[in-house]
């Protein structure tokens, strides 16, 4: 029999919600029959999405006339804001709708605006005219109003993305029963197997619609994308009956903000054993209460513990409740903040990861726009092709990993051993910089064959631009993962929507910060009769090899700081978000019960990881 558990409500006077789905009566709901349908939404999404993505560099260049740098910036702030909106969406999710209506809502955003992004293929009146010429000086603008339509198209996908991306992981997570053996097992491989499944779907999905749009028709390229969203909301609701849901229970962002707020109120209080202050931990009451989870109280972050204390006796009410959750705050609330601030080390190290995998989605394109991508005497191959090699790694490790890795590891060591997040973490962090090390070689051979030739297209081959995607590629499968796996992991459940949410926000941060160094180089690096080092359509009167080199020196800081310093934040974090149950007691954080003993319930499961 299995145990469902509920992560207690910090939300101190819970807002009334709109009632929620069809509810599951049982805990049998869930499990790998419902996240089937939730992995086919995201593949269907992420079929629509990067196959924009993949190709939106190639569409603002060819079809719009923007200039190499205008585009760097469009599309990495775009990718930023798709990702801070999922900010909003963990807030909406947590606070009013649910994670099942909210990725709903944020899949038919996604639908909205990739039927936007087909009439601007579709209308010509909505782009500026065609221009062949290779200088931007050449070619006509879009104008403005034609740019603000592009914009809200994008900003539908943005807002699409805000409500699917902190969701999605967080909906598969609570499939499972993470107080079984078996459950615990089954979404370690969820989230190797989530990002498996809808890079397959890519990897041969979007070989054909990049293809379409580039050699065929971009309208035709951009409606099967937008066919590919309305089947995923298909197969979403599909699944309806098979979910396992969980109720809106108030956001963690007001719970943050209200632990700030009244520990710095009580700022003068005196934190420790020489207080005279006791804490505010009410009891948890009500049908529920036999199954609630509580976090137990650390000593680390000792300042917040202010929030917690009950200062003057006239804070609370005759029941013993706070009477204002802006001056007091529970224990379980400043917890929740604890387990927050305890994962930003890392994941900072997060941020700088991303930071050299943005670039083969723009400058990386723009390398293969202008080097020589024919295969025999007639195929040529479409720019944004260059990303299938990194899914294509992404995948293969994973099944490797996954498949030969811990198989073996488990016959030879008789337990299963998996590399740990921090092992995953450091790898990925030099495949980055080993990433943008190839990345400036390739680019100066580039450069260097095409002005001995005097061509704007370099007669190199594109497959030398290969081993820096696959790179790429490995730096995601290590890093995105682990990082993904360890948030979610180190959370407890209430925030398992945050986790997510945070996770994109890492990615966010990342494309952002990428547009502020691409911005300060060409500013620093210009000269009054002379481009900069990233200025220009054409690449071969750019220095990209010299910005390359210098993302490689910061992922090699990046490197040092997490080994040295962030590291160690991997393990503290686990043991400080440590559970206390009110029932069938657990001592060990999610992230390290796979290592406590079983209990009598689960030692049948004790030879069976069950995927």
Same mark, same amino acid.
């Given at each position: 029999?299995?145990?469902?558990?509920?992560?207690?409500?910090?939300?101190?006077?819970?807002?009334?919600?709109?009632?929620?789905?069809?509810?599951?009566?049982?805990?049998?709901?869930?499990?790998?029959?419902?996240?089937?349908?939730?992995?086919?939404?995201?593949?269907?999404?992420?079929?629509?999405?990067?196959?924009?993505?993949?190709?939106?560099?190639?569409?603002?260049?060819?079809?719009?006339?923007?200039?190499?740098?205008?585009?760097?910036?469009?599309?990495?702030?775009?990718?930023?804001?798709?990702?801070?909106?999922?900010?909003?969406?963990?807030?909406?999710?947590?606070?009013?709708?649910?994670?099942?209506?909210?990725?709903?809502?944020?899949?038919?955003?996604?639908?909205?605006?990739?039927?936007?992004?087909?009439?601007?293929?579709?209308?010509?009146?909505?782009?500026?005219?065609?221009?062949?010429?290779?200088?931007?000086?050449?070619?006509?603008?879009?104008?403005?109003?034609?740019?603000?339509?592009?914009?809200?198209?994008?900003?539908?996908?943005?807002?699409?993305?805000?409500?699917?991306?902190?969701?999605?992981?967080?909906?598969?997570?609570?499939?499972?029963?993470?107080?079984?053996?078996?459950?615990?097992?089954?979404?370690?491989?969820?989230?190797?197997?989530?990002?498996?499944?809808?890079?397959?779907?890519?990897?041969?999905?979007?070989?054909?619609?990049?293809?379409?749009?580039?050699?065929?028709?971009?309208?035709?390229?951009?409606?099967?994308?937008?066919?590919?969203?309305?089947?995923?909301?298909?197969?979403?609701?599909?699944?309806?009956?098979?979910?396992?849901?969980?109720?809106?229970?108030?956001?963690?962002?007001?719970?943050?903000?209200?632990?700030?707020?009244?520990?710095?109120?009580?700022?003068?209080?005196?934190?420790?054993?020489?207080?005279?202050?006791?804490?505010?931990?009410?009891?948890?009451?009500?049908?529920?209460?036999?199954?609630?989870?509580? &976090?137990?109280?650390?000593?680390?972050?000792?300042?917040?513990?202010?929030?917690?204390?009950?200062?003057?006796?006239?804070?609370?009410?005759?029941?013993?409740?706070? #009477?204002?959750?802006?001056?007091?705050?529970?224990?379980?609330?400043?917890?929740?903040?604890?387990?927050?601030?305890?994962?930003?080390?890392?994941?900072?190290?997060?941020?700088?990861?991303?930071?050299?995998?943005?670039?083969?989605?723009?400058?990386?394109?723009?390398?293969?726009?202008?080097?020589?991508?024919?295969?025999?005497?007639?195929?040529?191959?479409?720019?944004?092709?260059?990303?299938?090699?990194?899914?294509?790694?992404?995948?293969?490790?994973?099944?490797?990993?996954?498949?030969?890795?811990?198989?073996?590891?488990?016959?030879?060591?008789?337990?299963?051993?998996?590399?740990?997040?921090?092992?995953?973490?450091?790898?990925?962090?030099?495949?980055?910089?080993?990433?943008?090390?190839?990345?400036?070689?390739?680019?100066?051979?580039?450069?260097?064959?095409?002005?001995?030739?005097?061509?704007?297209?370099?007669?190199?081959?594109?497959?030398? &631009?290969?081993?820096?995607?696959?790179?790429?590629?490995?730096?995601?499968?290590?890093?995105?993962?682990?990082?993904?796996?360890?948030?979610?992991?180190?959370?407890?459940?209430?925030?398992?929507?945050?986790?997510?949410?945070?996770?994109?926000?890492?990615?966010?941060?990342?494309?952002?910060?990428?547009?502020?160094?691409?911005?300060?180089?060409?500013?620093?690096?210009?000269?009054?009769?002379?481009?900069?080092?990233?200025?220009?359509?054409?690449?071969?009167?750019?220095?990209?090899?010299?910005?390359?080199?210098?993302?490689?020196?910061?992922?090699? &800081?990046?490197?040092?700081?997490?080994?040295?310093?962030?590291?160690?934040?991997?393990?503290?974090?686990?043991?400080?978000?440590? #559970?206390?149950?009110?029932?069938?007691?657990?001592?060990?954080?999610?992230?390290?019960?796979?290592?406590?003993?079983?209990?009598?319930?689960?030692?049948?499961?004790?030879?069976?990881?069950?995927?």
């Amino acid at each position: 029999m299995e145990i469902m558990i509920h992560s207690t409500s910090l939300q101190q006077d819970p807002p009334t919600h709109p009632s929620p789905p069809p509810k599951a009566s049982t805990r049998k709901a869930g499990g790998w029959k419902a996240i089937k349908y939730i992995i086919g939404n995201e593949s269907f999404e992420k079929l629509a999405s990067m196959s924009l993505i993949s190709n939106i560099t190639v569409y603002l260049t060819t079809k719009y006339n923007l200039s190499g740098i205008f585009v760097v910036n469009v599309v990495n702030i775009w990718n930023g804001s798709s990702n801070i909106t999922s900010l909003a969406g963990a807030f909406v999710a947590d606070a009013y709708l649910g994670r099942f209506r909210t990725l709903l809502f944020g899949s038919i955003a996604s639908l909205l605006g990739m039927g936007t992004m087909t009439l601007t293929a579709a209308i010509h009146q909505l782009r500026p005219p065609t221009c062949d010429g290779r200088h931007q000086s050449h070619c006509p603008h879009p104008k403005s109003w034609q740019l603000a339509f592009l914009f809200i198209a994008l900003a539908f996908l943005s807002l699409g993305a805000g409500g699917i991306r902190p969701c999605n992981i967080a909906f598969g997570a609570d499939q499972f029963d993470i107080n079984t053996k078996k459950g615990r097992s089954q979404l370690e491989s969820f989230f190797n197997w989530w990002y498996f499944s809808f890079t397959i779907a890519l990897v041969v999905a979007l070989t054909a619609v990049v293809y379409v749009q580039t050699n065929f028709s971009w309208v035709l390229g951009f409606a099967i994308p937008t066919a590919c969203l309305a089947v995923s909301i298909t197969i979403f609701l599909l699944g309806c009956r098979t979910y396992f849901y969980k109720n809106p229970r108030g956001s963690i962002f007001t719970d943050i903000a209200k632990v700030i707020t009244a520990a710095c109120r009580k700022h003068r209080l005196t934190v420790g054993p020489a207080s005279k202050h006791s804490f505010y931990d009410p009891s948890i009451t009500g049908s529920e209460s036999p199954t609630l989870t509580m &976090l137990t109280h650390t000593d680390r972050f000792m300042f917040l513990d202010k929030a917690a204390m009950v200062a003057d006796p006239s804070e609370l009410d005759n029941q013993g409740i706070a #009477k204002s959750g802006w001056r007091l705050c529970s224990l379980q609330q400043v917890e929740q903040l604890k387990c927050l601030v305890a994962v930003l080390p890392v994941w900072v190290s997060g941020i700088g990861c991303f930071i050299a995998m943005d670039q083969q989605s723009t400058f990386g394109i723009l390398q293969a726009m202008q080097m020589d991508r024919t295969i025999g005497s007639h195929f040529m191959i479409p720019p944004g092709w260059m990303n299938l090699t990194s899914m294509i790694a992404l995948s293969i490790w994973i099944f490797i990993y996954e498949q030969v890795y811990i198989p073996q590891a488990r016959k030879i060591t008789r337990r299963d051993t998996r590399l740990t997040v921090q092992q995953r973490i450091s790898t990925g962090i030099l495949m980055s910089i080993l990433c943008m090390l190839v990345a400036g070689i390739v680019e100066k051979k580039r450069r260097d064959s095409a002005l001995k030739h005097g061509s704007f297209t370099s007669p190199t081959s594109f497959a030398l &631009l290969l081993p820096q995607y696959v790179l790429s590629g490995m730096t995601e499968a290590f890093a995105a993962v682990a990082i993904m796996e360890f948030l979610t992991k180190q959370m407890p459940e209430s925030m398992r929507t945050t986790a997510g949410a945070v996770f994109f926000l890492s990615l966010s941060i990342a494309s952002y910060i990428g547009a502020l160094i691409v911005n300060i180089i060409h500013k620093a690096t210009k000269k009054t009769d002379q481009l900069s080092w990233l200025g220009g359509q054409d690449l071969n009167k750019n220095r990209l090899d010299y910005y390359y080199y210098i993302v490689a020196a910061l992922e090699v &800081l990046n490197f040092v700081y997490f080994n040295f310093f962030a590291s160690h934040f991997v393990l503290s974090s686990s043991a400080g978000c440590e #559970k206390r149950q009110l029932e069938n007691s657990i001592a060990c954080h999610p992230r390290t019960l796979s290592e406590c003993e079983p209990n009598e319930e689960e030692k049948g499961l004790e030879m069976h990881n069950n995927h």
